[in-house]
């Protein structure tokens, strides 16, 4: 009785052998060097990063292997052939498309890694986060919509198809180009946020007249979390069309202001004295900015402002507040005259007399 290895021919036999040892040898080769060169400080790879990008390239070993033909004959299924090769290609492409996905998410971990946005002078590190955060999306996308249609055009039909269907789909195009400009124009002013960065990851910013920080860029659209914990959902092109402001565009230290409104007989050199002692008792202040300054004049007070700096605008609200009640309480305390009133002025006629 014979088997099936009897009615395999020698050399198909030895093909396959020899084919798959190849694979074998060569996934091997590859998973040695990646491993050594991860150890190398100088090609450290983040933790876990072998595991991403081995099953991939086993992959697209096994693609280049399934297209050698030695399975094929093995089995003896060379009227096959066709959805041999096209599964081989197939699988390549989708093998290639989940390498590339994951070197990107490797590359970013790692350049990410060495910046903290924890730290008060976060500038670079917010930076950084919100450009691989942008671009990383615009490369997956780009990527995936290249498999898809690499995928689709390696089908002899499908090809014919879209050729035709591009030929004739002039006025459609235009249509759709036309009702596609919103998004289009959405997707564009998200890539400039990422260029140009007039806003951050973290910036702390006034939009539409709420107080927060940028939580989370996407292409389309930004998060912003308000100080009460809401969340405000702005349309990328907001950031590029209208004026907002940025308190962290530059640096995350920013001055405050307090201003008070007293009788014109108040003392000046008392009220500076007071805020010196104030400031240089809490740790809000950053020793930076301490002035005070009368900023105007009206009928019935002046304006007094006091600027102060902190180290980033939510201890800058805190100190602020501080000052204010502390200014407020030393003026009710030394000089409650000083408060601002309004006065009558009350005359005797001259029949009285």
Not at 256 to 283: H, M, P, Q
């Amino acid at each position: 009785m014979n088997t099936f290895f009897d009615t395999v021919p020698r050399s198909a036999l030895y093909f396959f052998i020899a084919s798959t040892l190849g694979v074998l040898v060569a996934y091997w080769v590859i998973s040695y060097f990646v491993k050594k060169y991860g150890k190398d400080p100088k090609y450290l790879l983040p933790n876990g990063a072998f595991k991403k990008i081995s099953r991939p390239i086993f992959l697209i070993i096994f693609s280049i292997w399934l297209r050698s033909g030695s399975i094929r004959t093995l089995l003896q299924l060379e009227e096959h052939d066709y959805w041999f090769k096209k599964a081989s290609t197939i699988l390549f492409i989708i093998s290639i498309t989940w390498l590339l996905l994951n070197l990107l998410k490797i590359i970013k971990t790692a350049i990410v890694n060495n910046y903290d946005v924890q730290v008060e002078n976060n500038l670079k590190a917010r930076k950084i986060y919100t450009q691989f955060n942008i671009l990383e999306r615009i490369f997956i996308f780009t990527i995936i919509i290249l498999a898809v249609g690499a995928v689709l055009m390696s089908f002899e039909s499908i090809r014919e198809l879209g050729v035709s269907i591009f030929a004739s789909a002039g006025v459609a195009g235009i249509i759709i180009g036309f009702s596609a400009q919103k998004m289009i124009g959405t997707v564009l002013a998200g890539i400039q946020i990422a260029i140009a960065q007039p806003i951050k990851i973290d910036d702390v910013v006034i939009v539409e007249g709420e107080w927060g920080r940028i939580e989370e860029i996407t292409l389309t659209y930004v998060v912003v979390k308000i100080w009460d914990k809401r969340r405000l959902i702005v349309p990328t092109p907001y950031f590029i069309d209208k004026p907002f402001q940025n308190w962290t565009k530059s640096s995350s230290d920013i001055l405050g202001t307090v201003f008070l409104y007293t009788d014109y007989n108040v003392s000046f050199d008392a009220l500076r004295e007071e805020l010196t002692k104030i400031l240089e008792s809490t740790d809000l202040w950053d020793k930076e900015v301490n002035v005070l300054q009368v900023t105007e004049s009206k009928q019935n007070c002046v304006e007094i402002r006091a600027l102060m700096s902190a180290k980033d605008s939510p201890t800058a609200w805190d100190l602020r507040v501080l000052v204010r009640e502390k200014l407020i309480t030393f003026l009710q305390q030394n000089y409650p005259e000083s408060i601002a009133r309004n006065r009558v002025l009350l005359e005797k006629s001259t029949d009285e007399q």
